[in-house]
């Protein structure tokens, strides 16, 4: 037997971020699986949404579709050519070309092409949406979900509008005998290389959304829909785009789960488990070795480890805390690697539509910010794991990056690193308000998270907030939900290290010089705007120089330090262990973790 092998918890990130050298051409093993841990059950088909925007859904998706980059652990962006290619045709104006490989396929046998990318654009861009539209009135408080078909004259992508991706006002251009797109930005972005991928099949949404069978067909009158602008078809694809991949069990019309990656999804059991099987049709350099991958659903961190243990399970990634640790000294044969976390734990208040209006003054959101525990949230719950864990303190800066420490000297985050208890009454007693009531969404399921609140709460409460449970296992569903919850705890994740990243979560619902009106991007859910952060974005977008970017984001975090977004807390320590019956497992600090190289991962056969 493999002797066991164990990387301290306490280790500098880069143990675990080895590259995977020197793997040829794996090949298929029949018969063989795997399983996998998630602490999150899937939901939804389609990550690009405000409501399926999460780890859970996206690490999945991961794994069933292919894009022309991806990151590995490093992490470094790597381009995917046996997808794609993509290239600058033009540098004024800025003009980028993407190209699928001839031959490359949907996992149904159609061939992926212009379409699909066309349809990314529509979908992503925010150009198509009409104007001034609401759809947060359209939206169940309870589930986070379209409940009501928006009005007939109406269109509305739910997709990542503000990523950059807006500044291509124009409709994109297919050629290459319809294998290739060109877009045509407004402006130089910075961040280019990374605002556009294929998503859904453009064949599965038109067909679904018009009711046309024939795949082609489908996906000539989708072209034809977009490149008309036509209210009546866009509003139907863009309302099956937006709640048609919604599911949390296997959908009877199996188009749903057409992808274009390594695997497929072959089975899904509501809040059990989820089983990927090796696509037939996959043509691309990611050929898997595991014929079946099973990815079961275990919120609790210490059950996790209890499957690990037993054998239900072969890879996890659990929520490090110090009784996971210590499981895991006892879990036998087993590798276990750590490390540091792209992931940080944040307090965020609401700016509007919250349950009690609590926040919408700002001298309440200084109050508040003046009580939360950050350095007994630390001690108690991250020091003991990660001994040089330090509190962060910038929202746009990963610690330990170039410009953290000149930002944090000079963005205000001092006047909220300790606990001040009078000068948060005297806030309070300046803005007239008495007992304000603060209910705080979490995930319930989450034991370091649920001590956090209790620290919140008992804290708070000295300074005369009344803070109440709005916990729920939809949690993730519900943020940014209209009257849903004051703040919200928990951890972003990024999926890119995009130097425009910070967008998403602070500009303003109204995309800043270029006047397209657009709904907030999907991870701004604090309802957040402020004209100059807005106006800072613009001048980034452009910047090619990284001493100046890195002036404009410390500009960017001071403002929000001044207008009391929140807090946020720690970075993530991370931790990754599996068993002998694979290798070639290793964690990457941004999403989809430890399901980057799925793909790569090698069955071990005893003897």
Known sequence: MRARRTVTLLAAFVAAALLLAGCTSPVLVHGASVSVAASQAFFSYNPKTSYGNSTANSSIVSATNSQFNYYDNTPKLVRDDS????????????????????????????????????????????????????????????????????????????????NGLQLVTKT????????????????YFVDWELVFGVGLPAHVVAGEALGITDHQAAKAAMIKAIDGRAPGPLQKISRFWNSGFNFTSMPKDRALVVGSGPYVISKLVANKYVTLTANPNYVGDHHP?????????????????????????????????????????????????????????????????????????????????????????????????????RLR???????????????????????????????????????????????????????????????????????????????????????????????????????????????????SAEIGSTGIPSTESATNVSHYSNPKVDALFDRLEST??????????????????????????????????????VTNVTSSPLSPNVLWNIWAWKPVHPG
């Open 289 to 389: 070795q595991f014929e079946t991958v099973t990815i079961r659903f275990i919120s609790d961190p210490l059950a996790a480890v209890m499957a690990l243990k037993d054998g239900d399970v072969d890879v996890i990634s659990p929520q490090s805390t110090v009784d996971v640790a210590k499981a895991l000294v006892s879990a036998g044969d087993v590798t276990v690697l750590g490390g540091f976390d792209g992931a940080y734990e944040h307090l965020d208040l609401q700016f509007a539509n919250s349950r009690n209006g609590t926040f919408s003054n700002p001298l309440v959101r200084q109050a508040f910010l003046k009580v939360v525990p950050r350095q007994q949230i630390l001690d108690s719950l991250v020091l003991p794991l990660q001994e040089d864990a």
């Open 83 to 162: 997808f794609g290619s993509y290239q600058v045709v033009s540098r004024d104006p800025f003009r980028v070309k993407y190209t699928v490989r001839d031959g490359v396929k949907w996992s149904d046998g159609t061939p992926v092409d212009g379409a699909d990318l066309l349809l990314a654009w529509a979908a992503n861009s925010g150009n198509l949406n009409t104007r001034g539209f609401d759809a947060s009135r359209y939206v169940d408080p309870e589930t986070g979900q379209y409940t009501a078909t928006f009005p007939r004259d109406v269109v509305h992508f739910d997709g990542f509008s503000g």
């Open 544 to 581: 090619g120089d990284p001493s100046a970017q890195r002036q404009l984001l410390a500009q960017v975090d001071t403002l929000l330090w001044s207008d009391a977004y929140g807090v946020p807390l720690y970075q993530f320590p991370s931790l990754t262990a599996f068993s002998t019956r």
């Open 393 to 507: 303190s910038s929202q746009v800066f990963l610690p330990g990056s170039d410009g953290y420490a000149e930002a944090v000297k000079a963005n205000g985050s001092e006047q909220y690193a300790k606990v001040d208890v009078a000068a948060a009454r005297a806030l309070l007693a300046k803005a007239g308000v008495s007992g304000p009531q603060v209910c705080i969404l979490f995930d319930p399921s989450n034991p370091r998270r649920v001590s956090e609140f209790g620290l919140i709460t008992k804290s708070a409460a000295q300074a005369g907030f009344t803070v109440t449970d709005c916990s729920s296992p939809d949690w993730r569903a519900l943020l940014g939900t209209p009257g849903a919850y004051d703040a919200s705890l928990y951890a972003l994740r990024p999926s890119n290290l995009a130097v425009t990243s910070a967008e998403a979560s602070f500009r």
């Open 172 to 187: 994109p251009v297919i050629g290459d005998s319809g294998r290739s797109i060109t877009l045509s930005y407004d402006k």
